[in-house]
């Protein structure tokens, strides 16, 4: 963490963190291949894909490590009075499975299975690739800026200021999330909000 103000009026902030995590099991799952679930906790593998059953060749999970920075800045310029801010973030993707819909129909004439799911159970997912496998293994890094330009006016005791913001201000279509089946495989499913204007008025006495 870097926090800086300076004699001029500026004040800068920075911060960054990098990490890796490795998830072993795999003597469980030797074992109990059953409970081979791609685990909810993981940050190799998204949440939402703890239903997903993972082949024992998967085993164990490791992440590349992930650096993420964040840093802003505030300027008022003198004599003007005219306040300029910044905030820029480059945070690291989800990544990338590819995960497919086993159906009983397929299980039973398609799989070493043989047979239907117990339990009346219609189908399970299955991973065919872990990220490590896929050519990009992670959805691109997402780096946004964010910017704000202020006038200061005073009027008697009152302090106001007239902003304009501006929210992704590089118009940056980075994916956040992309579909992980394999019939429509990474197809986006939402991506960074447009760059977005506002205008706002404060008063300060």
Request: charged share 15%.
């Amino acid at each position: 963490m870097f926090n800086a103000r300076l004699q001029n009026g500026l004040t800068l902030q920075a911060g960054t963190s990098t990490g890796k995590t490795t998830q072993d099991n795999c003597e469980i799952v030797a074992k109990l291949p059953e409970m081979n679930l791609l685990s909810a906790n993981s940050t190799t593998f998204p949440a939402t894909a703890s239903n997903v059953w993972r082949p024992a060749q998967f085993c164990p999970e490791e992440s590349p490590f992930q650096t993420q920075f964040k840093g802003y800045g505030v300027y008022t310029i003198p004599r003007v009075d005219v306040q300029v801010s910044g905030m820029f973030r480059s945070t690291p993707a989800s990544p990338v499975m590819a995960n497919f819909v086993a159906t009983n129909a397929v299980l039973a004439t398609s799989s070493t299975l043989g047979r239907a799911l117990s339990g009346n159970v219609a189908n399970m997912t299955v991973a065919l690739l872990s990220p490590e496998q896929t050519l990009e293994g992670y959805i691109p890094r997402r780096n946004e800026l964010d910017l704000r330009f202020g006038k200061i006016l005073r009027v008697g005791r009152t302090r106001n200021v007239i902003s304009l913001d501006l929210f992704n201000a590089l118009n940056s279509d980075a994916l956040i999330s992309v579909n992980q089946n394999f019939a429509t495989w990474q197809r986006p499913t939402e991506i960074l909000n447009a760059r977005l204007m506002k205008i706002s008025y404060s008063v300060s006495f």
